[in-house]
């Protein structure tokens, strides 16, 4: 995230990536040096890192003399920060999904977990298979702590909703590893997180 911060921080760079979004053609390092008014290398390095960083993909071309010459294109996903982590593209991927197929959001979130988490064999492998969600789950016998609520925003205009997807996500979690079990949302902690009851 600090390396993605620290990127777009950079007005050049924001400039090379909205003007990479808007097209569908690749462009080339004396291409971009031109339009940005900038030498080749220090294009050469701003298209290297956001390529790094996945939001340029890299390609190739036949270029002067026979040599290729390489080539960007916008990567065709948005960059998202947040700090605490936030997951709302996660939360409308499911809810969208969950109102095309008419199913329960707590369900559709279930199948996400058991996804999430597949190959797991206990229930600590299954809850440490959530953890690039940012959540910081601990799991204490009945309980399962989120230290920090993933769709904290969201969940305060519809709760019941928001912490279903994420009872779901978890019950799936569980499921992958073989635990059949129901997980029933306990609310917010007061601390930016909130609980889960495993039942």
């Known amino acids: 995230m600090t390396d993605l911060l ?3 921080g950079d007005s050049t760079r924001r400039q090379i990536l909205t003007s990479l979004q808007a097209r569908r053609e690749t462009v080339t390092v004396d291409e971009v ?3 940005q008014g900038i030498h080749r290398t220090v294009a050469f390095e701003h298209l290297e890192l956001l390529a790094r960083l996945g939001l340029l993909v890299r390609g190739s071309r036949a270029g002067f003399r026979g040599r290729p010459a390489r080539t960007y294109r916008f990567g065709g996903e948005a960059a998202e920060v947040s700090y605490p982590p936030r997951q709302h593209r996660l939360l409308a991927g499911l809810l969208a999904e969950a109102i095309a197929g008419g199913a329960e959001p707590k369900r559709v979130g279930e199948a996400s977990g058991r996804q999430l988490a597949l190959g797991s064999r206990t229930e600590s492998e299954a809850i440490a298979c959530l953890e690039p969600l940012g959540a910081g789950y601990e799991l204490s016998g009945r309980l399962i702590q989120a230290r920090n609520c993933v769709f904290q925003e969201a969940c305060v205009s519809a709760r019941g ?4 997807v994420q009872a779901g996500l978890l019950q799936g979690a569980l499921a992958a590893a073989g635990l059949i079990r129901d997980v029933v ?6 601390a930016g997180g909130c609980s889960f009851e495993v039942r």
């Open 6 to 8: 620290r990127a777009l």
């Open 33 to 35: 040096a031109a339009a």
């Open 161 to 164: 909703v928001v912490c279903g």
């Open 185 to 190: 949302p306990g609310g917010p902690d007061g």
